[in-house]
């Protein structure tokens, strides 16, 4: 068992060391502590100034190994599933638990170099001052429990769910159901979510994160939550290799026809753009998805409603299109992603670009088919923003409401950008370009944003920078479209 753990880890190393997308997440997760370490230099007249970039550090690289367990642990078996080699890696000789080792091992040891890269950014901030070491000893010690629990729960859920997309999705939400419910305690009035919420921060490693930031801290470095992460992973990993035979096998016993895939029941009549309906019912669900999507905004609203009883409706609205874009943006990182991926893993991309239409035109409905499944989650955003104008109970000048709404403009257009640079990558690096894209992004948005509202700049250069970039955005895209058409053509010649 262990020979063949080492042997299909040994291959698994070797493959992914041969994607570009690992050396781009740990160089922009590198570039991102770079300039956390900046901007700490520049505040040194602040106390604690080496507290407050270890806190950052440690917040960042947890939202990295966040992303690769949703978009890379939760994908380890699902890949198989899908590519239908579980049965020859079973035929083999190989038992559950060596491919479930070998196959996360390599990732795993990706993830511990990205908590690895910031250990010289560690001693600058000791450097900076205001940390001590049983900080940074229960810092690490919390980081490191929480990949182990992030890849066991990804690869749990890589076992259950029969597809890469519903891993992913099922992957996001234990981790939020996990993450989150401590630092929604200041939403909400209600002394009794507030107790369930420090209920659950004492077993939360992100929590925990922040509780060892704190000025003064002298806690051990083996916490509640430490010891939960630890045993919840245990957990998670028995249940997976339990479950291998029977989940895992799954896939290639169910009807894989993909008119049952998505939604309950769905069409066998094409539109007149067929490819805009494969795209609205397979890639993004169809209807029941669509209604889905319209539901999941309206129930955040009325979350954020009954938790905070007595505030105005501008305030709800305000913080639900914050959490509608957030999680429009997750919705549409993973779809997108795969707007083309099946095409080319299942060889049917060169006979798709026979069709009398042009690539051109096969990309543009493409585009919007993905668009018009995801309507929901793109409007919900813009619409809540707007009620929180209408509903407001606090005086709001012209100037400051030509500002957001120049700036949300530009909010907008950045998403697009980031969506079709994700394309753009996961043309070259598969599902890796999920979280080298949310790095490069992040750490440019950051920039952007730190920039801007940093400057002397009044009201009016503001919405002049806001318009600018827009138009930056704008030819950014079209250069991207571009680049993508190319490399389509490419890969249509050479399949």
Partial sequence: MLVGALQLAKLSLLIESRKRGAHAIRLGLMLMLY?????????????????????????????????????????SVTEEKEGETIGLLRLTGITPLSILIGKNGAMLLEALVLVAVQLPFTIVAITLGGISWPQVYAGYAALVAFLWLLAAIGITMSVCRPDGASAA???????????????????????????????????????????????GFQGSAWSPAVWFGIVAGIVCLIVAWGKFDSMAMLAAKSDRSPLRLGTRRISRRAWSRPIIWREYVFSNGG????????????????????????????????????????????????????????????????????????????????????????????????????????????????????????????????????????????????WKAIPATLTICFMAGWFYVSSIFTSRMDVY???????????VIAVVIWVLRGKILHRLEVLAETA
């Fill in 35 to 75: 300039q956390m370490v900046c901007v700490a230099q520049g505040s040194t007249w602040k106390s604690a100034s080496g507290l407050q970039l270890f806190q950052s550090q440690l917040l960042a690289t947890a939202f990295f190994l966040s992303s690769l367990a949703i978009f890379g642990f939760s994908q």
């Fill in 287 to 430: 209807l029941f998805w669509t209604v889905v999507r319209l539901a999941v905004p309206a129930v955040m609203f009325f979350l954020i409603l009954g938790q905070n009883s007595g505030v105005d409706l501008g305030f709800v609205s305000a913080w639900t299109a914050i959490y509608a874009a957030l999680f429009g943006i997750l919705d549409g990182t993973w779809s997108v992603s795969r707007l083309y991926l099946d095409e080319i893993r299942y060889q049917t991309w060169s006979s798709l670009v026979q069709t009398p239409r042009s690539l051109s035109q096969i990309y543009a409905d493409k585009i919007y088919g993905w668009g018009l499944g995801l309507a929901p989650t793109i409007v919900a955003p813009f619409l809540f923003i707007y009620l929180t104008f209408m509903f407001h109970d606090f005086p709001i000048h012209s100037t400051m409401t030509m500002e957001l709404m120049v700036g949300t403009i530009t909010v907008g257009m950045s998403v697009f950008g980031y969506l079709h640079l994700l394309i753009l990558m996961s043309l070259y690096i598969g």
């Fill in 461 to 471: 250069a503001r919405c002049g920078a806001f318009f600018g970039t827009s138009v």
């Fill in 169 to 215: 999705r099922t992957t996001a939400t234990a981790v939020a159901l996990y993450a989150l419910p401590p630092f929604l305690t200041p939403l909400s009035s209600y002394p009794e979510w507030q107790a369930m919420c420090e209920t659950a921060g004492t077993v939360s490693l992100p929590a925990q994160l922040m509780t060892v930031t704190e000025s």
